[in-house]
């Protein structure tokens, strides 16, 4: 049975809308998980645009279930990440002016740097997952850096108004998880993700988790975060 896992990351962001204390993502963390989400997922950005030092430090005190720490692979992040010891480190691409991650990493094309964060993040005992494009280079590639998970986007899958694009890229993905599955990584989703698309991906057993944040955190605008939570939770599960 797969698992929800929530990114409060927009709720940092109206926070910091105003530079204000409130809405406080580490009080929707612990709401996210009485409503049952698995998982607490926050990133930790280079210009922290949203989640804080701070957010990081006491959600590693207060999180039950298990915090998931997107981060870029900087010196600055492997540092903060081994001092804080998140349950997982998912590695992911940043640029300094992008709205959202635009897409995979490309652990092909720095296989070594990325091969020694992944190192020095299991010295710490953090789990290591990479975020991927369902590209077979790209699966092979973090299989070979020794990472324990893959998350593969969704985004393009999630945002393409074609439908026989969509069928394409729906299906680029489906072949993408079980080739990942095959080498043995243990598979998550995520970008993009909502209450009707997510449907599609019923039945397919190999993945584990799935990763959603802005689409709740909307949804939470209007019904409450408890609801939204808990009607996507409810959805993951049945998958």
């Known amino acids: 049975m797969a698992r929800l896992a929530v990114n409060i990351d927009h709720i940092a962001t109206l926070r910091q809308a105003r530079g204000g204390a409130e809405p406080d993502p580490v009080a929707a963390a612990a709401l996210a998980e009485l409503a049952g ?7 930790l950005r280079e210009d922290r645009r949203h989640i804080q030092d701070r957010d990081l430090r006491l959600l590693k005190e207060t999180v039950k279930t298990k915090l998931n720490l997107e981060m870029a692979a900087t010196e600055e992040m492997i540092r903060i990440a081994r001092e804080t010891k998140p349950y997982m480190a998912t590695l992911v ?8 991650t635009e897409g995979g990493l490309d652990v092909a094309g720095q296989k070594e740097h990325v091969s020694r964060t992944v190192g020095s993040l299991h010295e710490a005992g953090i789990l290591v997952s990479l975020f991927v ?22 985004g393009h899958y999630a945002e393409v108004r074609n439908d026989e694009e969509a069928d394409r890229l729906f299906d680029k993905i489906v072949a993408g998880v079980k080739a990942a599955a095959n080498l043995g990584l243990r598979v998550n989703l995520g970008h993009g993700l909502n209450y009707v698309n997510i449907k599609r991906f019923a039945g397919l057993m190999e993945v584990e988790e799935y990763s959603i944040g ?7 605008v209007l019904v409450g975060l408890e609801r939204a939570v808990r009607d996507m939770a409810e959805l993951v599960r049945s998958l």
């Open 93 to 100: 691409p940043e640029k300094r002016r992008e709205l959202t």
């Open 133 to 154: 494009d369902a590209e077979p280079d790209q699966i092979q590639a973090a299989k070979d850096t020794g990472a324990d998970f893959v998350e593969i986007h969704t």
């Open 37 to 43: 989400a698995e998982g607490i997922i926050v990133h």
């Open 214 to 220: 802005h689409n709740i955190i909307s949804r939470a």
